[in-house]
C-alpha cells in the first residue's frame, strides 16, 4: 500500500501529514520487504468499526451525512472509544430520510465535511478499518478526501460480509457468491438490531458481528491477523 506522495509546493493541512506519518513509520518498523500485518496479534491489534450514512448511493455525487465508528480491541468493543459525527448538508435528499431519519436541521451538531474528515482520520489512525459492504464507506471517504485535495484512505480494510462467508461456506463457491444484508447477519448471529440505519448504530452491530464471526473463525485459537485477510 504505497503512501500518497505530496508536492513541496502543495500546504497539507497537518491532519494529513500526521495521518501519513503514522503509516510510514509503521511500514519502517516492517522493514523494507516486510508486511505491516507480520507478527500482529489478535489480542493487541486495534480495529475500527465504522458506517457512514449518505445522501444516496452515488459515492462520487452524493455526500455524507453522518460517520460513526467504535474500536475493539481484544474482542471488546471500547465504547469510550467511539465517534459520532453529523454533517452539514449542501446536498440533500429528503426522501433518502426516510431510511436514516437524519433532517437538515436536525437538533444535533453539525460539522462541515472538512472538520469531519479530520475528526475521522484523527479517529481511525493506522487501525484496521471493518465494515459490512465497507467498499462503498471507504469511497465516500475518499470522495470527501479528493474534494479536499488529499489522497485515499491508507487503512488496511475488512468486509464482514466476506468473513461471514468464510465462516458460513468455506467451500462451496455459488453460497459464496450470495449477499448478505447487515439484518441477516445480525439475524443468523443473534444480535438485536438496535438504532438500525443510523451510522453509530451500525457501526455497533456490525462491531458485533465482527467479534462473533472472528471467535469461531478463532475456535483453535491459532488465528492471526494476517489470516483475516485471507480470500479463501
Known amino acids: 500500500m504505497g503512501l500518497f506522495t505530496t508536492s513541496p509546493q502543495k500546504d497539507f493541512p497537518k491532519f494529513w501529514t500526521q495521518y501519513l506519518a503514522a503509516f510510514a513509520l509503521e511500514k519502517s518498523k516492517a522493514g523494507f520487504l516486510g508486511s505491516t500485518l507480520d507478527g500482529k496479534k489478535l489480542h493487541t491489534t486495534r480495529f475500527v468499526v465504522f458506517d457512514t450514512e449518505t445522501t444516496g448511493l452515488h459515492y462520487k455525487e452524493d455526500r455524507i451525512l453522518s460517520i460513526g465508528a467504535v474500536t475493539v480491541i481484544n ?30 436541521n436536525g437538533s444535533y451538531e453539525q460539522v462541515n465535511e472538512q472538520e469531519a474528515i479530520e475528526r475521522c482520520l484523527e479517529f ?32 488496511r480494510v475488512l468486509d464482514t460480509e466476506t468473513l461471514y462467508k468464510r465462516l458460513v461456506h468455506p467451500i462451496n463457491r455459488p453460497l ?16 438485536p438490531l438496535h438504532d438500525r440505519h443510523t451510522s453509530a448504530g451500525d457501526a455497533l452491530i456490525t462491531a458485533i458481528a465482527f467479534i462473533k464471526i472472528v471467535k469461531r473463525l478463532n475456535s483453535d485459537g491459532t488465528l492471526t491477523v494476517k489470516q483475516l485477510f485471507r480470500k479463501n
Do not use: C, M, W
Open 124 to 155: 481511525i489512525g493506522t487501525g484496521i478499518l471493518i465494515g459490512h459492504h465497507i467498499g462503498f464507506d471507504v469511497a465516500v471517504i475518499n470522495a470527501a478526501l479528493k474534494r479536499a485535495q488529499l489522497g485515499k484512505l491508507k487503512n
Open 75 to 104: 474482542n471488546e468493543i471500547s465504547i469510550a472509544q467511539s465517534l459520532e459525527l453529523y454533517l452539514k448538508q449542501d446536498i440533500y435528499k429528503p426522501e433518502s430520510a426516510k431510511i436514516h431519519g437524519i433532517l437538515r
Open 176 to 191: 459464496q457468491e450470495k449477499r448478505y444484508t447487515l439484518d441477516e447477519l445480525a439475524e443468523a448471529l443473534k444480535i
